[in-house]
């Protein structure tokens, strides 16, 4: 595997075609390939089962053709014996595979696909090259269908009983995507049985694939497709909201299958004895989220339960956190240290140049004419040594190059080869190796942009490799050593908010051995958690909460602050200084990460007689009535719960995720307490997501009614001759119902503090609804933007117990893979500012993402700007930005990329030559004015 | 046209349209050789005076993307 380069001659060359997995069967791929283009590492493997050499013996292509010997094929199955002290199991699940109990056609028609297959049809590196065309024919389709819930939220032989949590959120981006890879105008329709875009911000994706991309919504479970094969068409039956029956031809019918568990993952438990549910996920409990049956074992993912990449990510950030607890006794007993040799002071030395050419085998030579760019580079300024190697990314090569470098007492590298995306840190490595600095290096691309995506025309793909090295050599030329600014981190944290995700946060950085302050506004802790019932598994809330409370004030590496508020915050990442007052006194926390727990709460309507009449009541409170077993339950005869009471409104549009399962929760609870009493829930759609359906299921068996009201129609709570009633329009039924009730409960939103001061203070953006935003929703779920700060909790997003306690887990594990570290080496490539120049502007403070720029505070330059290298991500908006020319950017700095454009065409009839480490201030003035005066 | 040596400079994000770029060389697409990529760290980096250089240079057109 060390050999392979992954030029894919033995994948052009290996005679033998198979279904591709990768795409779905709907393409092909050969019997050595690999998964798919963005592999990691890209490395080609032989699919044993289909080599024709491994089956019948003979062949042997791919051997002859591959440049490095990297063909073996008696490569076998090793078994490998690792001593670990934790187990992390993210095995994930399989897609439902409607084909086994086909009710749909799935087998019958091409035309009818999984979700899976298209996502690959709309995929650019998919079998059609991301153009939308029906399977059977390749034409067009005017109109395409979804088909919710196949395979789950269904008790028939073959499906599951849960709800597989992500289908209704990918089916909208899958019709959304498909109306902008149509050329004509798409008619795209999901039939679904609730819509459950529960998860954070998909509720406004919702509203706009349904608002602004006009996906048609049809509330209709479809049991049965009727293809034609004349037409290609596929036919579905339905009752529309009118009550009309319909019938409709689709091009394409996707079926949004679910997601489930496999035979592998269930004998991968059986193993490891770990304890697996009714559906085969593995049980866990809502307070310990990502810990098996089995002490040490830890999961994360969809074999816990089905779930959305975020969760998913924030599980896994969890688990590693809960593992590395295990281990903190040998953290750091495996490391060695690496030698690097003294660097050499280049300074005031011209610049000689060495350009290495990469042959690549034949992946580069055998398109562009490597010894010609060779002997361009030997006649460009500055160059003392060009040649070319065989691979260059080869152990014998860069040693060749350490030697070249120091014999030739090179200062500057231009390697041309594949792209500095993969290979820029081990080129650089080489140059650290010989003693340069790692800066005095680029690469010009001249495989992958280059002799790749030009095969069929070697002479236009040799000119432009040549201009690239040019190009890159003219840039390369002006580089300078650069330093790595270097980051003390303070090894503390501080945890904002004394909820269960704070309580939780503080408890997962002390077992990880670190001081933590913990500050609560309030004069206890446990925030909302104090007044929640059961969590949807029946654990009692309370009993656990005092538990976890106990366990903080016992740590002796946790200071709680309780009656605490937060007056200033200075610093940054590694370096925080909070400013607070407890209790009337003020003091100064130093801490290197903040963790901000600050939780939302609960709405307090203004409707529904909500304060008017004390029947009425909202979730939380018929909460507080459980947990002190109010007897005026017991006599209750009827109790109706009104659901997304201030959610999913236009002044709220988000949904509060956890309402519909405490009303399904609560309402069983009802029932237990008085089997007679009438219960019903009145909802929009019923988001009982996951494997909480089961708890939606058992109440319909146990005689709880549920009514889907019709949001749009009138809604009114009254009070009549002092009986409570509720009017509403019932959408299956199509007519306005009337239900007496003794008990109202409200299913009230959860809502953020808008106006966070934390919000300015840790500079964290808060989104249109008031919660704070994450990084990146999928790669960076509990980072802020802001280097230091994660976040965690129901500040977030709404979330159930069980999400914000491992996403507190995950902030403080993300914190820990900070604070570990103890010194942060950052990037070399920052912003720096010519103060002489500078006008005090305040452009580059107001536009950096990162706060890196700020007025210098006192002394010369007094109100001048200044950039803290720390904080800098090299972006270079600021430099773009700054009017003055005042700011710089290492290594991209302007007169470098004006450098490179100069050098576009042949050298002799440009303006190139210039001449490096001359003043380049002056330089770059030149360049500057004569631009400007274009 | 066709016979027309075209000159584009392009200016590519480091970590989206050059990844791209690179991704169309994996995947073994095919198109005109007349690209000559420029890698920048950000868009943001983008000045206007790139863009006036790159044509004072003789490009015949300038595409930037991230």
């Given at each position: 595997m060390d050999k392979c380069i992954a030029c894919g001659l033995c994948a052009e060359k290996c005679p033998k075609k198979v279904d591709n997995e990768y795409d779905e069967a709907l393409g092909k791929r050969k019997a050595i390939y690999v998964k798919y283009a963005q592999a990691v590492p890209l490395k080609y493997s032989i699919d044993a089962k289909n080599c024709i050499f491994l089956t019948m013996g003979k062949c042997g292509k791919c051997a002859e053709v591959c440049p490095t010997g990297a063909i073996n094929y008696e490569d076998q199955q090793k078994d490998i014996t690792l001593n670990v002290g934790s187990v992390i199991i993210s095995s994930g699940c399989k897609p439902y595979d409607p084909?086994?109990?086909?009710?749909?056609?799935?087998?019958?028609?091409?035309?009818?696909?999984?979700?899976?297959?298209?996502?690959?049809?709309?995929?650019?590196?998919?079998?059609?090259?991301?153009?939308?065309?029906?399977?059977?024919?390749?034409?067009?389709?005017?109109?395409?269908?979804?088909?919710?819930?196949?395979?789950?939220?269904?008790?028939?032989?073959?499906?599951?009983?849960?709800c597989s949590s992500v289908c209704c959120t990918y089916a909208v981006k899958e019709a959304m995507l498909a109306k902008e890879h149509s050329h004509d105008p798409l008619d795209t329709a999901i039939f679904y049985m609730d819509i459950r875009t529960h998860g954070k911000d998909y509720e406004h994706f919702y509203n706009r694939g349904k608002d602004e991309s006009g996906i048609r919504f049809v509330k209709s479970k479809i049991t049965n497709i009727v293809p034609d094969s004349e037409t290609g068409l596929q036919l579905i039956n339905y009752i529309d909201e009118t009550g009309t029956r319909q019938e409709e031809a689709f091009d394409i019918v996707v079926l949004s299958v679910g997601l489930c568990i496999g035979e592998e993952a269930v004998q991968l438990a059986d193993k490891m004895n770990i304890s697996l549910d009714h559906y085969n996920f593995v049980t866990t409990n809502s307070f310990e989220p990502v810990k098996t049956s089995k002490p040490g074992v830890f999961i994360c993912g969809a074999f816990e339960a089905p779930k959305d990449i975020p969760s998913s990510v924030i599980e896994s950030s969890a688990a590693a956190g809960m593992a590395g607890i295990n281990l903190m006794e040998s953290r750091w007993t495996l490391t060695k240290t690496k030698e690097i040799p003294e660097e050499?002071?280049?300074?005031?030395?011209?610049?000689?140049?060495?350009?290495?050419?990469?042959?690549?085998?034949?992946?580069?030579?055998?398109?562009?004419?490597?010894?010609?760019?060779?002997?361009?580079?030997?006649?460009?300024?500055?160059?003392?040594?060009?040649?070319?190697?065989?691979?260059?990314?080869?152990?014998?090569?860069?040693?060749?190059?350490?030697?070249?470098?120091?014999?030739?007492?090179?200062?500057?590298?231009?390697?041309?080869?594949?792209?500095?995306?993969?290979?820029?840190?081990?080129?650089?490595?080489?140059l650290t190796n010989a003693g340069i600095n790692k800066y005095l290096f680029d690469m010009a691309n001249i495989r992958n942009q280059c002799s790749w995506i030009h095969a069929k025309e070697p002479e236009k793909a040799t000119q432009k490799a040549k201009d690239l090295v040019r190009m890159i050599t003219a840039k390369v030329a002006l580089h300078e050593s650069l330093t790595e600014p270097t980051l003390e981190i303070d090894q503390s944290g501080l945890v904002i908010g004394g909820g269960v995700a704070g309580i939780m946060a503080a408890k997962t950085l002390a077992n990880q051995g670190y001081h933590t302050h913990l500050i609560e506004k309030e004069a206890v802790l446990g925030g909302q958690a104090n007044k929640l019932y059961q969590t949807w598994q029946g654990e009692d809330i309370q009993t656990h909460l005092a538990e976890m409370i106990k366990s903080i004030e016992e740590d002796k590496l946790i200071d709680i602050h309780l009656n605490t508020d937060i007056t200033n915050v200075d610093g940054f990442v590694g370096n925080f200084e909070t400013h607070i007052n407890k209790n009337g006194t003020a003091d100064t926390l130093k801490h290197g990460i903040t963790i901000i727990a600050t939780g939302a709460s609960e709405l307090k309507p203004e409707t529904h007689l909500y304060g008017e009449?004390?029947?009425?009541?909202?979730?939380?409170?018929?909460?507080q009535k459980l947990i002190h077993h109010d007897e005026t339950l017991k006599s209750t005869n009827t109790a109706v719960?009104?659901?997304?009471?201030?959610?999913?409104?236009?002044?709220?549009?988000?949904?509060?995720?956890?309402?519909?399962?405490?009303?399904?929760?609560?309402?069983?609870?009802?029932?237990?307490?008085?089997?007679e009493m009438n219960v019903f829930i009145l909802y929009r759609d019923m988001r009982s997501?996951?494997?909480?359906?089961?708890?939606?299921?058992?109440?319909?068996?146990?005689?709880?009614?549920?009514?889907?009201?019709?949001?749009e129609k009138e809604f009114k709570v009254t009070v009549n001759k002092d009986q409570l009633q509720v009017l509403f329009s019932d959408t299956s039924l199509r007519r306005k119902m009337e239900i007496k009730s003794d008990l109202i409960v409200l299913a009230s939103s959860i809502v953020p503090e808008k106006k966070n001061k934390l919000a300015a203070m840790y500079k964290i953006a808060q989104n249109a609804d008031g919660f704070f935003m994450e990084a990146h929703?999928?790669?960076?779920?509990?980072?802020?933007?802001?280097?230091?700060?994660?976040?965690?909790?129901?500040?977030?997003?709404?979330k159930p117990i069980d999400e914000s306690i491992s996403q507190a887990m995950a902030a403080a594990t993300r914190a820990v893979t900070l604070l570990a570290k103890k010194k942060m080496n950052m990037d070399g490539t920052v912003a720096w500012v010519d103060q002489e120049k500078c006008s005090s502007c305040g452009v580059c403070v107001s536009i950096c993402p990162f706060s890196a720029p700020s007025f210098t505070a006192e002394g010369r330059y007094e109100g001048k700007a200044e950039i803290n290298p720390v904080l800098c991500k090299g972006c270079g908006l600021c430099v773009a930005s700054c009017r003055s020319g005042a700011l710089h950017l290492k290594g991209f700095d302007t007169h470098q990329i004006f450098a490179q454009i100069s050098a576009l065409d042949e050298f002799e009839s440009s303006n190139g030559g210039q001449t490096a480490d001359t003043p380049k201030t002056d330089k770059e003035n030149e360049k500057d004015a004569a631009t400007a005066a274009v | 046209?066709?016979?027309?040596?075209?000159?584009?400079?392009?200016?590519?994000?480091?970590?989206?349209?050059?990844?791209?770029?690179?991704?169309?060389?994996?995947?073994?697409?095919?198109?005109?050789?007349?690209?000559?990529?420029?890698?920048?760290?950000?868009?943001?980096?983008m000045s206007p005076k790139f863009i006036l250089s790159a044509f004072r240079e003789g490009a015949d057109a300038v595409w930037v993307s991230g």
């Open positions: 084909g086994k109990h086909d009710v749909y056609g799935y087998t019958k028609s091409k035309n009818i696909v999984t979700s899976l297959e298209f996502e690959r049809i709309l995929s650019s590196a998919g079998p059609y090259e991301g153009h939308l065309v029906r399977p059977s024919d390749k034409k067009e389709p005017k109109k395409i269908a979804w088909l919710q819930c196949i395979g789950s939220r269904d008790n028939h032989l073959g499906a599951n009983g849960y050499i002071n280049i300074t005031g030395e011209a610049p000689r140049i060495g350009v290495f050419v990469c042959r690549c085998g034949t992946n580069i030579a055998g398109v562009v004419d490597v010894p010609s760019v060779v002997e361009m580079a030997k006649k460009l300024p500055y160059v003392e040594y060009a040649d070319e190697n065989m691979f260059s990314c080869s152990q014998d090569t860069q040693d060749a190059i350490t030697n070249i470098i120091k014999e030739k007492k090179l200062n500057r590298v231009v390697i041309a080869a594949c792209t500095p995306k993969t290979h820029e840190g081990l080129f650089q490595e080489t009449d004390d029947r009425v009541i909202t979730g939380l409170e018929l909460d719960f009104i659901q997304c009471v201030g959610s999913r409104i236009p002044e709220r549009p988000y949904c509060s995720k956890i309402c519909c399962t405490q009303s399904i929760r609560n309402a069983l609870k009802l029932k237990s307490i008085n089997p997501f996951g494997l909480r359906e089961d708890l939606y299921t058992e109440a319909r068996t146990k005689g709880v009614q549920f009514i889907k009201f019709d949001f929703a999928k790669l960076k779920p509990v980072d802020c933007a802001t280097d230091g700060v994660f976040l965690c909790g129901l500040s977030h997003a709404p | 046209m066709s016979d027309k040596k075209l000159k584009i400079i392009s200016f590519l994000c480091n970590w989206c349209s050059y990844g791209a770029a690179d991704l169309a060389g994996v995947s073994r697409m095919q198109y005109p050789a007349d690209i000559r990529i420029v890698r920048i760290p950000c868009t943001g980096r």
